[in-house]
Antibody
């Protein structure tokens, strides 16, 4: 069964740090681009960033609001992807989802599957 | 950055057809993908590309695209289709590599 399981969420103070983890199973993790998406309470979905497979260069991309504060990494030997969040702000509060970023030629991209999410609360 | 605009809410009678639209400039160069999200649950992919359904998604879900508008149609809507629906597309011009739509709440009457 294809599965993504996030962990590491919790309460952090503004300016603090948290590290989220995502454990993957049931698919060829090392070949996939991994993505983080977040959802503020009662709000819509927001793409946070991604890390490509090592085959595709292993590079990262980030949304402007988190660039320079968040870092995505992966450990293919453990089928894990991580989101290191530093200099947290109250607006970073929300549920963080891990998902795989898939594409085929001719401008088709999609995210599937998704983990159940982990809640991050940034508050003093 | 680019935006994808959706109607905030639509309602549909049980068994009838509902169409959800998503508008934005990024759709001129990228197909949309569509996600269903029920309260307290993670999003689920229901459609991607021109009109591709993942395994397990009923064929009552279909899609279409025209210029800068993508549409998700549910034909013969069931009670379990009541949910929030989000579109998404690649956006090479904005500050997010991918942009999500504002979301449409579908209520089944």
């Amino acid at each position: 069964e294809v599965q993504l399981v996030e962990s590491g969420g919790g309460l952090a103070k503004p300016g603090g740090s948290l590290r989220l983890s995502c454990a993957a199973s049931g698919f060829s993790f090392s070949n996939d681009c991994m993505t983080w998406v977040r959802q503020a309470p009662g709000q819509g979905l927001e793409w946070v960033g991604r890390i490509k497979s090592k085959t595709d260069g292993g590079t990262t991309d980030y949304a402007a609001p988190v660039k320079g504060r968040f870092t995505i990494s992966r450990d293919d030997s453990k089928n894990m992807v991580y989101l290191q969040m530093n200099s947290l702000k109250t607006e970073d509060t929300g549920v963080y989802y891990c998902t795989t970023d898939k594409s085929i030629p001719a401008a088709v991209w999609w995210f599937d599957p998704w983990g159940q999410g982990t809640l991050v609360i940034v508050s003093s | 950055s680019s935006e994808l605009t959706q109607d905030p809410a639509v309602s549909v009678a049980l068994g009838q057809t509902v169409r959800i639209t998503c508008r934005g400039d990024s759709l001129r160069s990228s197909y949309a993908s569509w996600y269903q999200q029920k309260p307290g649950q993670a999003p689920v992919l229901v459609l991607y590309g021109k009109n591709n359904r993942p395994s397990g998604i009923p064929d009552r879900f279909s899609g279409s695209t025209s210029v800068n508008t993508a549409s998700l149609t549910i034909t013969g809507t069931q009670a379990e289709d009541e949910a929030e629906y989000y579109c998404n597309s690649r956006d090479n011009s904005g500050d997010h590599l991918y942009v999500f739509g504002t979301g449409t709440k579908v209520t089944v009457l």
